[in-house]
């Protein structure tokens, strides 16, 4: 603001210019079962929108690709393959490869495979802690090192699956991220179910301002984030989660066991320069159980934690 208060019509056109800004709003959808936002901060609704719509296509291509609910994706015609060999394409293998640096650096506990417990674990649904023997009858199931990829195939042993639900949503918002900020220098925030990447700082300069989920229902937010750059995912037992007989049963599954993780926060929010990268280790976080804060120190990584 002026120092000389005679500058009214100066003052007036910048409140002009401030209430205009106000009326950009956010492109929001649906997508992966979470809703989604693109934000740009500009004063030009149809470049919001524009780059919107090019991030909802994006996620759309992904989500049909991927989906383990889509009999049509690429995804699908891998888990029927009853152990015969499966050709996928470039970026497929890509995250497949990525899928096994994950598994490699966390010693099993990220396993694409793990997916099969979703039968006997229905979070949010029935209730209903699984017996002994329904988790026993699925491990044979689970374990990465049982699957082939040789050149541009995939073989899964019979009866087995891989499911890219710890990583899909992460990998979508990058590529969203990167399509749309490709079109414009204006500063873009793209936001799948909390997950989130920048492009860069605001265009005064300053932070995105981010609220972090309060896991307390009582409450909206914990705090905010500022970030400048770069991505924050969380993971945490805020919706999905059993309780029976006093024991809370997070949707966190060990891979090994078939069982949740006991003792992780109820919260990891990571902030790393891509969504994949803060995906995992959130992940890796909470599956780390009573040592998520040490294992989090020891990779040096920006992190809140909340129990």
Not at 185 to 203: M, Q, T, Y
């Amino acid at each position: 603001m002026p120092d000389d208060m005679k500058s009214v019509p100066r003052i007036q056109k910048a409140s002009q210019k401030a209430a205009k800004a106000r009326r950009v709003k956010p492109y929001t959808f649906m997508a992966m079962n979470s809703p989604c936002e693109v934000q740009v901060d500009c004063d030009d609704q149809a470049l919001v929108d524009r780059l919107g719509a090019i991030a909802e296509a994006e996620a759309a291509r992904i989500e049909v690709k991927y989906s383990r609910y889509k009999p049509d994706s690429l995804l699908s015609a891998v888990n029927r393959s009853n152990g015969e060999p499966v050709k996928v394409d470039t970026e497929m293998r890509a995250l497949l490869d990525y899928a096994d640096a994950c598994y490699t650096l966390s010693n099993g506990l990220f396993d694409i495979t793990s997916g099969v417990l979703r039968r006997i674990w229905r979070f949010g649904k029935d209730n209903k802690v699984p017996t002994d023997a329904e988790v026993a009858a699925l491990l044979p199931l689970i374990g990465w090192d049982k699957v082939t990829l040789t050149g541009d195939t995939i073989t899964l042993p019979p009866g087995m699956e891989i499911d890219f639900g710890g990583l899909g949503k992460e990998y979508a918002v990058d590529r969203a991220l990167m399509l749309a900020a490709a079109q414009t220098d204006k500063p873009v925030l793209v936001n799948f179910g909390g997950d989130l990447r920048v492009s860069g700082p605001r265009r005064d300069g300053g932070a995105w301002r981010i609220a972090i989920e309060s896991v307390d229902p009582s409450r909206t937010s914990e705090g905010m984030l500022e970030i400048k750059s770069g991505a924050l995912t969380t993971s945490g037992d805020a919706r999905r989660f059993i309780l029976q007989g006093g024991v809370r049963y997070g949707h966190i599954l060990n891979p090994r066991t078939g069982r949740p993780v006991m003792g992780a926060p109820r919260s990891v929010t990571i902030a790393a320069g891509t969504c994949l990268e803060a995906g995992i280790m959130s992940t890796l976080a909470m599956a780390k159980g009573e040592r998520a804060e040490a294992f989090l120190r020891e990779e040096g990584l920006a992190a809140w934690v909340l129990r």
